[in-house]
């Protein structure tokens, strides 16, 4: 509801408000975000590169290995947990013409719940090697044909494969509605991304759950006689070949690992596709330098096969860079033969040349002779591979999902932030070195002159358009309303929109009510807003609506350690320096007003600018706390938000930060967009009330509703 007084907000028809289109050089893009976001990524990926370089020795590769490993594990949310009991259970037999299939539950947490089918060859009774198979992106997981196809290859040649199902895939899914027989978010990659979103606020990764899940599922394979735990492997394709460069590369009992269709390196990821689903990213992964090569040079020098395509999505140039940076790495070990890339002429597929020369791969290093030929099988059905009784574990076992697993980290961490806040020697504003660090936000030293781009006059006040070279490689676009009688100490107001600089700057609109009443307004187009956006980058995970980004740009924030409310507030601050370039507007404190998830950004760049004085903020969302302790929320609040916030601090820590400031709320929003109770704001503002009432400001606090007020004049009456 974002236009709740229903101006007229029309422009006049001759008007174009759009400032970068005449100015080839400096023009917008859809992409601002996305470049903005690569620049950083590639200085820290060619730092990588640079001090890789510098490792010559084994020694070196051993405390390098060592480090890297550390830089994984805390990029994923800290230690690993303490292993608890698997309390597996077999819930059924199927048994085929030269192998038996058990159908296998076990916990990976506590209640956390892993489905899976273990295949295990007839012949013989000595232990045989054994294989975890991870599957890629398909709604079945390995009931998948494709999949199935290499499942049973590897059986009849003698392993015994274990085959488990991810998260959000085949019996795991996190949102399943028994009533529509279907997820409530989408397919994997939404499964995946939708509770993917709530890790990283808690400055997590769900990647993590997938690393548990393979480690736990060796666990079990050390408990079976049947398997040789000297002679453990791991392969998967797509998705699946992520899992398993993870797994095989956190675990040591895993011998051999063949990740198929996924290693390539970041940089070549990010100049093609972009960032993908929320496991493939790390929090703050690529701003700790980790890369794709990082995953299989903690192997060395186990023996270790990159499977690949040449027309893969995945770039075949990241991954032949890669593997050649790796092979260094096996040579310097004196293991040259323990590393291998193979490729086949194909797109992201299932080729039978890389089956049989992974075939080749896993008999050579478990020492099991025979045949490497890829055979026909027969499929089972998915009613054969079904575990449990209603074909979804979290409507059979009544388990956790990872939603409620990281629902119980936030607890603890909104437990913390609670006794900070009830600390009475605590100053509120302690919290903005952190809020400097997890946002990514850097204070803006330096200005510009901003170049005029030309303008309109109005009844009663004119419009300037311009832009400014921003702290950053963009420029940043905005409009000047100013009324046609100016003085030397004209009041300001900026004001932020979702929709760009021109969605109020009708006439009837906000933009011209308050230049009406003798105040300068200043509406930018931020990063990724208007000219500057929404990001034209949408990758494979939730597509927000109105074509507004995607998970996936966000996701990229995430992995360098930025956030938008950072980078955006950034902006809002350097235009702020850029004022004293406007005769009138220089020295003065500043009011602010912003509008949906700019107000997160407004919030942020309000506790760091003093000059900002009064703030509103119309339908802001209540909380980030209500984002993760709910299982279903509204994606397009997600670019508002800032990765690992809950690790510190939430929006009424701000809040709290603008006292004695003059602040506004209207219409503060919950988890689904939807007008929030009076119960939820108290619980989550009431200690904002008492750091303004003990600063003897208690009346500058207002938490309203667009009903107590007759028109946004009214509005602009008590808050101005």
Not at 442 to 453: G, N, Q, S
């Amino acid at each position: 509801m974002l236009n709740p007084l229903n101006f007229d907000n029309t422009l006049l028809a001759q008007e174009d408000l759009s400032v970068l289109s005449n100015w080839l050089r400096v023009k917008g893009g859809k992409n601002t975000t996305y470049n903005h976001l690569y620049s950083i990524a590639s200085s820290f990926l060619k730092e990588r590169k640079e001090k890789v370089a510098q490792i010559t020795t084994k020694d070196q590769w051993e405390s390098h290995q060592k480090s890297m490993r550390e830089e994984i594990i805390q990029s994923i949310g800290g230690p690993f947990p303490e292993k608890t009991p698997l309390n597996p259970e077999v819930t059924g037999y199927v048994h085929k013409a030269g192998y038996v299939i058990e159908k296998v539950i076990f916990e990976s947490l506590p209640d956390y719940q892993v489905t899976g089918c273990l295949f295990i060859p007839d012949a013989g009774n000595t232990p045989k090697p054994a294989i975890i198979y991870c599957s890629g992106h398909t709604d079945v997981a390995f009931r998948a044909e494709t999949y199935q196809h290499e499942i049973l290859n590897l059986v009849r040649k003698g392993f015994i494969v274990f085959a488990i199902d991810p998260i959000g895939q085949g019996e795991r899914l996190q949102y399943y509605n028994p009533k529509l027989g279907r997820s409530m978010v989408g397919g994997a990659t939404k499964e995946h991304s939708y509770p993917g979103a709530q890790c990283f606020l808690t400055g997590t990764s769900i990647a993590r759950y997938f690393i548990w899940d393979g480690i736990r599922a060796v666990d079990y394979l050390m408990t079976r006689d049947e398997v040789d735990p000297d002679r453990l492997g791991i392969t998967g394709r797509s998705g699946g070949g992520t899992q398993s460069a993870y797994i095989g590369a956190m675990d040591d009992r895993i011998l051999a690992s063949a990740p198929e269709c996924y290693i390539t390196s970041f940089i070549r990821l990010l100049q093609s596709i972009g960032p993908q689903d929320a496991e493939q990213n790390f929090y703050h992964g690529i701003k700790k330098q980790i890369d794709h090569a990082d995953l299989l040079e903690q192997r060395v020098p186990k023996p270790t096969m990159m499977v690949t395509t040449t027309r893969d999505f995945f770039s075949i140039q990241g991954a032949r860079e890669t593997a050649d940076e790796v092979q260094k790495v096996y040579d310097i070990f004196g293991k040259p033969a323990n590393f291998s890339m193979i490729e086949d002429d194909a797109g992201h597929a299932s080729t039978r040349k890389n089956r049989e020369r992974k075939y080749a791969f896993f008999r050579e290093h478990f020492n099991l002779p025979g045949d490497t030929k890829d055979e026909t099988v027969e499929f089972l059905t998915p009613e054969e591979l079904q575990v449990t009784k209603t074909g979804q574990v979290l409507i059979s076992r009544n388990g956790k999902s990872a939603y409620l697993v990281n629902r119980e980290k936030a607890e603890k961490q909104l437990g913390n932030m609670d006794k900070r806040r009830n600390s009475a020697s605590d100053d509120v504003k302690s919290i903005l070195p952190k809020v400097k660090e997890l946002s990514g936000f850097v204070y803006p030293e330096k200005d510009a002159r901003p170049v005029f781009a030309g303008g309109y006059e109005r009844t009663g006040y004119t419009i300037g358009k311009y832009f400014v070279q921003g702290p950053h490689q963009y420029k940043i676009p905005y409009l000047l309303f100013q009324p046609e009688k100016k003085t030397s100490d004209l009041p300001l107001v900026i004001y932020l929109h979702p929709w760009g600089k021109d969605a109020e700057a009708g006439t009837g609109s906000e933009i011209e009510t308050m230049v009406k009443k003798g105040h300068a307004v200043l509406a930018p187009d931020l990063v990724g807003v208007g000219e500057l956006g929404p990001a034209g980058f949408n990758g494979d995970s939730y597509q927000f609506e109105l074509g507004r980004g995607a998970y996936n740009t966000w996701f990229f924030a995430v992995q360098v350690g930025k956030s938008m409310p950072g980078i955006q507030a950034q902006d809002v601050i350097h235009l702020i320096h850029t004022l004293k370039h406007h005769d009138g507007l220089s020295a003065r404190k500043i009011s602010a007003m912003a509008r949906g998830n700019l107000c997160s950004t407004l919030l942020h760049a309000a506790a760091f600018e003093e000059k900002i004085s009064r703030v509103a903020l119309i339908e802001p969302l209540l909380s980030w706390k209500s984002l993760v302790m709910n299982q279903y929320y509204q994606p397009e609040l997600i670019p508002g938000t800032v990765p690992g916030a809950m690790t510190a601090y939430d929006l009424p820590d701000l809040a709290a930060c603008l006292a004695p400031g003059k602040l506004w709320m209207i219409d503060a929003q919950d988890h689904r967009m939807k007008k929030a109770n009076r119960e939820d704001i108290e619980r989550s503002y009431g200690f904002v009330r008492e750091v303004y009432k003990s600063q003897d400001a208690q009346e500058d606090f207002v938490v309203r509703s667009w009903d107590r007020f007759q028109s946004f004049s009214q509005v602009l009456e008590g808050w101005l």
